[in-house]
């Protein structure tokens, strides 16, 4: 990914661009880089495996469309952990310059980050849908059609890989543009929950200011859909926040590398590491906003406990 074509002998490194760095600052940035990803693979792989240990023994969770989805995120999440992250540590350990190991990871990064970024999108875009047809929700969005829609999130992003195969050169603007659209859809559908949010609660306070002056306590129809929709909808709202957080630094380094407002700069290998840390942080989101999961993941956790605790009994007695 951010590799050097040759060391000069006095010291400093030289990348593809022609520009030209300490070494000592260049191996300082690399070892700092790598530190920070060990643990972010660990609450990757452990975190989002125990999210899909939690849903797969809830089938109450099972039969929720949004719960595919979430799925989705978490077996990509996953697999950033296991797969891209040490394949990361491994290449900028290395150093290698085009070679296989720097293919493998720029190829897996791109497709994988690609999909949890698409699938945080279709979450935004699925608690608008939920909160706008509140009432048709159950019926426009189904299992079978969460699974067509997951489905078609991972093959979008291997028709954009092999676009990048086809045009290698231009991956910069095509991640540029993928994770501008892709931000784009996220704000929109926010900023029209809020709308359909503030809309909702000027009405209902108009309804029971109506119904208090007549002295007459009466439950307004849907309401109770539309306060568990929105709930929903302003939880997964932190989503949202963790990927513009995410995905932000790449995204403005992939612009200016575009524009070739900038060259090449080790120090800019961080945006990575930014953006695999958003596979970590997901599964702390999912346990926050879903109480099932939760539980769920809590009672996973303590049964794993026990049975160790078992275990190290059995070998001491």
């Known amino acids: 990914m951010l590799n050097y074509s040759f060391v000069k002998k006095n010291g400093t490194k030289r990348d593809n661009m022609g520009n030209v760095e300490n070494s000592s ?53 996953f697999l950033v952990g296991l797969i891209v992250q040490p394949v990361y540590i491994a290449n900028e350990l290395h150093h290698s310059t085009g070679g296989p190991l720097a293919k493998v990871e720029e190829f897996m990064s791109f497709f994988l980050c690609g999909v949890s970024l698409t699938t945080i999108t279709a979450i935004s875009v699925d608690r608008l849908l939920a909160l ?20 078609s999130l991972w093959f979008v992003s291997i028709l954009l890989l092999c676009l990048k195969v086809w045009k290698s050169e231009v991956v ?35 309804q029971q200011q109506a119904l208090n002056s007549f002295n007459i306590g009466v439950n ?21 926040i963790c990927m513009i957080c995410c995905y ?34 997901n599964p702390f989101l999912y346990c926050w906003c879903n109480r099932e999961i939760r539980t769920s993941a809590v009672k996973v956790v303590r049964k794993m406990m026990c049975k160790q605790t078992e275990v190290v009994s059995g070998l001491e007695g």
């Open 25 to 77: 600052n260049l191996e300082t940035v690399v070892v700092i880089n790598c530190i920070l990803n060990v643990p972010l693979i660990f609450t990757s792989i452990t975190g989002n495996a125990l999210v899909l240990v939690a849903i797969m023994r809830t089938p109450s969770l099972r039969s929720i469309p949004s719960t595919i989805l979430l799925c989705s995120l978490a077996i990509t999440d």
């Open 248 to 281: 932000l630094p790449y995204l403005s380094y992939s612009l200016l590398r575009t524009t070739l407002v900038i060259g090449y700069d080790r120090n800019w290998s961080f945006v990575d590491t930014v953006v695999f840390l958003n596979s970590s942080v």
């Open 172 to 206: 910069f603007l095509i991640a540029g543009v993928y994770i501008t659209i892709c931000l784009v859809i996220s704000s929109a559908s926010y900023i029209k929950i809020y709308f359909i949010v503030r809309h909702h609660q000027i009405q209902i306070h108009a």
């Open 220 to 240: 307004i129809p849907d309401s109770n859909n539309m306060i568990i929709s929105k709930k929903h909808a302003l939880k997964t709202f932190i989503y949202y």
């Open 132 to 151: 706008h047809y509140h009432m048709a929700y159950p019926n426009l969005m189904t299992t079978k059609r969460a699974l067509y829609a997951s489905a």
